[in-house]
């Protein structure tokens, strides 16, 4: 049984530092390329960033570029992200996926953890 689970989700002021892991458990998270999203209702759900399986590659939104970093520890089957200088606009539930391939599209994620929440306030 695949599982991801996120935590480290929280409620935080402008300006301040989060970060989020996500545990993997059922797959071979070694060869699996991680990826970040966020949805903040109605919105819909929204690429983040994402770490090629070797981690040697990270791709991010235009809008978390230079704020946020993900990083992965293949030896604890965890991936990370490390997010600064948050905004409100970054308000909302946070995802892992894991998939095949390094892509900046949900539908190409196989397996989804819960959801973390993150509320920034201004």
């Known amino acids: 049984q695949v599982q991801l689970v996120e935590s480290g989700g929280g409620l935080v002021q402008a300006g301040d530092s989060l970060e989020l892991s996500c545990v993997v458990s059922?797959?071979?998270?070694?060869?699996?390329?991680m990826g970040w999203f966020r949805q903040a209702p109605p919105k819909e759900r929204e690429f983040v960033g994402a770490?090629?399986?070797?981690?040697?590659?990270?791709y991010y939104s235009s809008s978390v570029k230079g704020r946020f970093t993900i990083a992965r520890d293949n030896a604890k089957n965890a991936v990370y992200l490390e997010m600064n200088n948050l905004k409100p606009e970054d308000t909302a539930t946070y995802y892992c996926?894991?998939?095949?391939?390094?892509?900046?599209?949900?539908?190409?994620?196989?397996?989804w953890g819960q959801g973390t929440q993150v509320t920034v306030s201004s």
């Open positions: 059922g797959v071979l998270f070694a060869r699996a390329a």
């Open positions: 996926a894991a998939g095949g391939i390094v892509r900046a599209t949900a539908e190409d994620y196989d397996y």
């Open positions: 770490i090629s399986w070797s981690g040697d590659s990270t």
